[in-house]
C-alpha cells in the first residue's frame, strides 16, 4: 500500500516538476539575453580592436557542435547570420556569427552524402558545391526539415577539384575557383570558372590569373583556394587557401588586389564570408582544435 | 519493485506466463514514455533517437572559445551542464529498464535444470550502464576512444562463460549500452524487447533440437546397453565398475535396477514395454483422460511413468507403453493427436531397442526367403 502511495504521487508530482522545465517561452527569453549579452561583448572587444588596426586580434571564436566538426564553406544570408555544413553531408545549419547561436539545421532530401565542399546564396536559392563540381540547388528549410534539391553537374569535375563557391550578385553568377587540376599538363595558374544564372554548360566561362601574380610577395609555393566569397563593399572576390593559410582579393576581372597571410592561427580554414558590417568570418575544421568559425575585423584596403 | 511486480501482475491478471509478463512490463515502460514524451519532449527525443540524426534540436548556444567569464558559459541547450546531467541520467535509467527484462528472461529461460550464473545476471545489468557511459564520453572524438580502449582493455573481460548462450546476452548488453551512448535508445529498445521475444520463444518451443539425432534418453541407454551386453561379453569389464562405484552408488543402482526389472518384466518373456510415448501439454488432466483413451484401445499396455511440470512452457508427460504389432507408430500418434485435439502441444513415440532387434531380425530372414 505504501508503495502504491508513493507511485501515485509521483505521478502527481510529475506536471509540476514539467511546469519548471524551461518552457518554450522561457528559453527563448533566456536566449535573447544571452544573445544581448553577447553581442555587447563584441561590441567591447571590436572597440578593443579598432584601437590596434595593425593587429589581427579575433573577436569571437564559436566552437562547432559535434554534428559540424567537419564543418566547410559559409554564406552570408540577408539576415546577417550565416548558413555553414558538414563536409559529407548535405546538412546545413544557421549560426549567427555575432552571438554563436546555433538557429536551426536542415539536411537535403534523403540526407544526401556527397564530399559537399562550398555553400553559397544567389536570392532565394542555396547552392551547395560538391568538389567533384556537382551543384545542389534547393530553398532554405525549418529545423529539422529535409528540403528537396535540383542538381546540376558543371562537367568541370573532369578538370578540377573544387572547394569553393560563391555568388556575384551584380552579374547573377556563380564562380567556381578550381583548387587543384586534374590535367597534367593543366596550368598551375589560379583559374575561376564563372557560372551566368541560370546554370548552363554552354555559357560557363573562366577567369585566369597567374600565380606569381596570386603569390606576390609571400613564401607560397602555391595557391589551392578552400572557400571564397565577395566583399559586400567594394565587391571584390575574396579568397582563403587553407593549406597555405593565406587570403587573396581579386577584383571582379581577375586583377589581384591584395595577398597575404590569414589573420589568426587557423589549423584548416574551410570557410569564408564577410558581413555587411565588416566582420570577417572564416571557418575551421576540427584538426587539431576542435572545428569553430572565428571572427576578425574586416578591412577592405 | 514492488510496485513494478504489482503493475505488472494487474495488467496480466497475475499470470505467470512470461510472454504475458515480458508485454506487461512493455507496455509499463510505453506508458511511462509516453508521459514523459508528453512533459519532456526534446528531452525524450534526444536520448530517444538523436544518434540517428534528425532529431531537431531548436536553438543551441554554441561554445565562447575566447571569453573566459561566467556569463559567457552556455547555460542551457545541449552543451550545458544541466543538459548533459540530465542525459546522462536518462540514459543510463534507459539503458538499466532496458536491460532488466533481459536479464529476467536470461533466468527463465534456462535448459531444464538448468541454473542461472548470477554473476553474469549481475554483469548483464552493470554492462550497459558502463557501455554507455563509455560510448556517451567517447561520442566523436577518436582521440578520446584509444585512450577509452587502451584503459578497457588492460583491465579486460576475461570471464569464461559456462554457456556460450550467455555470451548472446553479454553482446545484448553491450548493444544497449550502446544504443544508450549514442542516444539511440530507441533502436536499443526494439533490439531488446525483439531479442526476449524471440528468446522466450525459443525456450518455450524447445527449439534447435535436433530430430535425427538420438535423444538425450538414447544417448543414456548406449553405456546400459554396454553394460548389458545380451551376448554375455561385457564391454564394461567388472574390475572397472567397482573401482568406478562407492558402495552407496552401487546400492543405489541396484535398487533403481531392480525397479526397473519390473518394469521390463521377468526373463525369458518378451519386455513389458517398447516404447516411450512424450506428450507436452498445458493442461495436463484434460490431456491424460484422452490420451489414456487412445492408449487404452491402441497399445497391449501402457504405464504412466512421469509428469514433469514447467512454469512458463508446456509441461510433459511420459508415458510406458508396448505397441501393437498391427498399430503402427504413426497411426497411434495420429490416433493421440486426433483425440486430444486442442489439448496437447506435441506428442513423440521413441521405440526402444528390443523392437528395433526384432525388425533387424524381420529384415534378416525377409532376405533369406527371397
Redesign the interface.
Known sequence: MT??R??VLLLCA??F??AC??T?KA?AA??QK?AA??KD?LAR?IAAAAATPDKAI??????????L?EISGLALTSRGTVLTHDDNSG?VSE?DPKT??????F?LLG?QKEDFEAITIAGNEIYLLASDGKLFKFREGA????VSFMMFDTGLGKLCEFESLAYQADSTRLLMACKRSLGESAPKDLIIYRLPLPLKRESITAIQVPLHDVIGSNLWKNFRPSDMTIDPFTKNIVIIASHEKGLVVLTPDGDVVRSEPLPGDHQQAEGVAITNDSLLVISDEANVKPA?ITLYKWRPQ | MPVLKEMIDVITMKSDRPVRRLVGYYLIVALVVAVLAYFFPIQIARIAAKGLGDVPEGPTVLTDALSSSPTASVSFGPGSLFDVALTTVMILIGALVLILPVTWVYMSARPSGGQHNQNVVQTLIFLPIVVAGIVFIVQNSLALAFSLAGVVGAVRFRTTLRDSRDLVYVFLSIVVGFSAGVQSLAVGAVISIFFNFVLILTWHYDYGRNMLMPTASAQWSRPLQALASPTGDHQIPDRDLILSLTPANAAALADRFSRVQKAVGSKKKKPRFDAILTVTTDKVPEAQVQIEEVLEAMTKRWSLDEIVTNTGKPSEIYYLTRLKKSVPRDLLLTAIHENAEGLIASADIETGAVEEDDKGKKDKTDGVKA
Open positions: 508503495s502504491r508513493w507511485l510529475m506536471p516538476v514539467a522545465d524551461d518554450p528559453r533566456e536566449l544571452l549579452a553577447r561583448s572587444r579575433p573577436l569571437a571564436m564559436w566552437i562547432m557542435p559535434p554534428l566538426r546538412r549560426i554563436g547561436i546555433l538557429v536551426k539545421s539536411s540526407n529545423d529539422g526539415q529535409q569553430a
